[in-house]
């Protein structure tokens, strides 16, 4: 049998020990058990099939199976490939473990909740750093297989200080995004699903990068900024410390209405409302206004901003609803005076 079959044969056997891995995590006997098993399958089928082959080819390709013109590219392309292979291999691996640890933490609920997302923040970012320089590496391998490259390795070596600051000055601005990037997100500043302001645009934080932040808004539309912009300007961070959020509601009204029953109201209203949190509510008069009316507000609390503002749409159509079938001479009207 020829070293070409040999070869050929080997490359399919490591194939099938692949597939058979993959069928084997999936089975029920493990997929079922070990939580790594469906992350690994997803991520990482395609990279063992191409490490597999990579470097079944590598092990059992030797000089002279090929043309003398041919075997040493031969030998260079199965080497880039190997290296390539290993990389990707790597790369999906670690994001397979992660993404077990990400699912974790975006079951969290409750006080922990915010303690979670910013392990979370932490971790998206963290792996794409570390993404990033295992590419960095292997590329630095794959061009230090060639010789003429290795044999200029001192020079390139005298020369990347001035590169570095020659690269640096070019690009500040990419640079200062990663270093915002890492402030961001270890210095809690921010995460992954907190309710910001900034704008004047309401939203959640959807993604957050090394170099740009996308906030989902309120209507769906998605906002895109540098991370630079976070560490620069100011915004509103509603879920800093804590998701629970005081929702406003505020009527202007004719003198006459009747504050004490306004109040009990609410109050009865509340109660009876599943995304008031049972815990903080008042209604005052806070105002009186030049054109003749009383400005009246009522506050209320829920466990975040989304429960808080359907909280108090719900709440002003009730006490407008309320003030008008029970007290229409309290809406607003306008006085005139003429003269006699």
């Known amino acids: 049998m ?52 990579a470097a079944t080819v590598y092990t059992f390709y030797e000089p002279g199976m090929a043309d003398a013109a041919a075997d040493s590219a031969i030998q260079r392309a199965v080497g880039l490939a190997m290296i390539a292979a290993v990389t990707w291999l790597v790369i999906q691996a670690a994001y397979a473990v992660t993404d077990v640890v990400l699912e974790r933490l975006i079951a969290v609920e409750g006080e922990r909740n915010r303690r979670a997302r910013r392990i979370r923040t932490q971790i998206a970012l963290v792996r794409r750093v570390a993404t990033a320089v295992v590419v960095v590496v292997a590329l630095g391998a794959m061009l230090f297989s060639f010789p003429q490259v290795r044999a200029l390795g001192a020079g390139l070596l005298a020369s990347a200080g001035i590169a570095g600051v020659v690269a640096g000055i070019a690009a500040q601005s990419t640079l200062g995004n990663l270093l915002a990037g890492l402030q961001l997100a270890f210095s809690d500043a921010i995460r992954l699903d907190d309710v910001v302001v900034v704008q004047d645009e309401w939203g959640r934080i959807e993604e957050l990068t090394l170099t740009y932040v996308v906030l989902r808004l309120w209507d769906e539309r998605r906002l895109v900024l540098p991370v630079s912009y976070f560490t620069s300007n100011a915004f509103e961070n509603w879920t800093r410390h804590g998701s629970r959020v005081i929702g406003t509601v505020l009527l ?89």
């Not at 098993?37 to 395609?46: D, F, K």
């Not at 108090?312 to 009207?333: A, G, N, Q, W």
């Open 252 to 340: 202007r009204v004719d003198w006459s209405v009747p504050v004490e029953e306004l109040r009990t109201e609410l109050y009865r209203a509340l109660r009876e409302h599943p995304l008031w949190d049972q815990k903080d509510w008042v209604l005052q008069v806070t105002d009186t206004l030049p054109n003749g009316l009383l400005e009246v507000r009522a506050l209320m609390s829920a466990a975040d901003s989304a429960s808080a503002f359907d909280l108090r749409c719900d709440m002003r159509e009730h006490l407008v609803t309320f003030i008008r079938e029970k007290y229409p001479e309290s809406l607003p009207r306008l006085r005139v005076e003429t003269p006699a």
């Open 2 to 53: 020829s070293d070409w079959m040999i070869m050929l044969v080997s490359v399919l056997a490591a194939v099938a020990a692949v597939e058979a891995v993959r069928r084997v995590l999936r089975s029920r006997l493990i997929g079922e058990r070990w939580v790594l098993a469906g992350p690994l399958v997803r991520r990482c089928t395609w990279p063992g099939f191409a490490t597999a082959v």
